[in-house]
């Protein structure tokens, strides 16, 4: 028989983790609509279920001198609210899903669920989130980047939980900050392909430039190494982009599937990569 346990302290949480197999479940509105049954019957969950959301330790929300600490239950709604949310991060819930299940669906959830066309994660590797993880042997962080490995899947060992996920305060440069998801609608939709990007400029040359892409691939596309031939450059000439294109090409490899084709998710990519490095010196 299926069991489902409550703990309230992330103590009570990891012993759990570590005695049996058990799954964490924080809104459920992924892994309730993915063992949802007909209308009126509860969902049939596969195993034993980790119900996270009275565990105190991943219910903080704070900002500490240089750094946000966003605790794995914090809803998308309460995101939206924080005064100290980047604006990257709030364009991107703002065009989620829709109020009630902001309400519950939570950041970690989102993370867990690692769909490339989850909404939080381009702007979180744009902004060079870093995930916390606890389990028996500790805590580790990762850069978000390393926490994903391709769709629905992470580096997340059987007893740990992801308990918060901290970013930069201020937030990394960004005079300034673009976010586009293309959907069916501007939100209560998954997105077909979406892109975020920051950048700042200094005297009048790029200082920063961070492009994070989302559905165009397994785990969202971002490149550093490409990013930086950008920076220090008062003009990115016709040269420089057709390089810097090129190198995205080899990375943007979508597939077909029941929201989109391919071929529109590699052009949609290349318009808006056009979009943000034709446009980041003039913007900043
Ligand atoms: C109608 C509807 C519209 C939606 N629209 C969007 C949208 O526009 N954009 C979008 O990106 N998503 C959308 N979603 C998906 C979903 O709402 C989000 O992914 C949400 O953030 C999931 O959070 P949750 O807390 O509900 O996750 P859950 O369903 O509770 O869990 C999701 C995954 O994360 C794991 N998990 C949860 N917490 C932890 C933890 N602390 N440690 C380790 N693993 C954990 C779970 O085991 C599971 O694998 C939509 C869903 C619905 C039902």
Redesign the pocket.
């Known amino acids: 028989m299926v069991e489902s346990f409550f703990p309230d302290n992330l103590e009570k949480a990891l012993e759990l983790r570590q005695k049996k197999e058990i ?11 993915r063992w949802r049954r007909p209308a009126g019957i509860l969902p049939a969950f596969s195993g034993d279920m980790l119900f ?1 959301k009275n565990i105190a330790e ?1 219910n903080i929300l704070q900002k500490k001198d240089t750094c946000l600490y966003i605790g ?2 914090t809803t ?1 709604a309460q995101l939206i609210e924080w005064k100290w949310t980047p604006r990257l991060l709030r364009l991107a819930l703002l ?4 109020p009630a ?1 902001r309400n ?10 690692a ?1 490339p ?4 994660l381009p702007p979180l590797y744009a902004l060079d989130a870093v995930v916390c993880l606890q389990g028996a042997a500790g805590i580790r962080e990762l850069p978000v980047s390393s926490f994903i490995t391709g769709p629905g899947r992470t580096v ?1 060992k059987r007893d ?4 918060g996920i901290k970013l930069f305060f201020p937030a990394p440069d960004n005079d300034m900050v673009f976010y586009k998801k293309v959907a069916v609608r501007r ?5 077909k392909i979406s892109l975020a990007m920051r950048s700042s400029k200094k005297n009048g040359y790029v200082k920063t430039i961070a492009v994070a892409i989302g559905a165009v691939g397994p785990t969202v596309v971002r490149l550093p190494e490409i990013e930086r031939l950008a920076e220090g450059k008062a003009v990115l000439n016709a040269e420089l982009l057709k390089t810097i294109y090129g190198e995205y090409d080899k990375f943007i490899q979508p597939i077909d599937d029941v929201r989109s084709t391919a071929d529109y998710r590699r052009q949609t990519a290349r318009n808006l990569l056009h979009h943000v490095y034709d446009n980041c010196i003039k913007w900043n």
């Open positions: 799954r964490p479940i924080a809104g459920g509105t992924d892994l309730m609509v996270t991943m794995a239950n998308l065009e989620m899903a829709a299940v519950v669906g939570t950041i970690a959830g989102n993370i867990c669920n769909s066309a989850g909404d939080t997340l740990e939980l992801l308990i939100a209560a939709a998954i997105a």
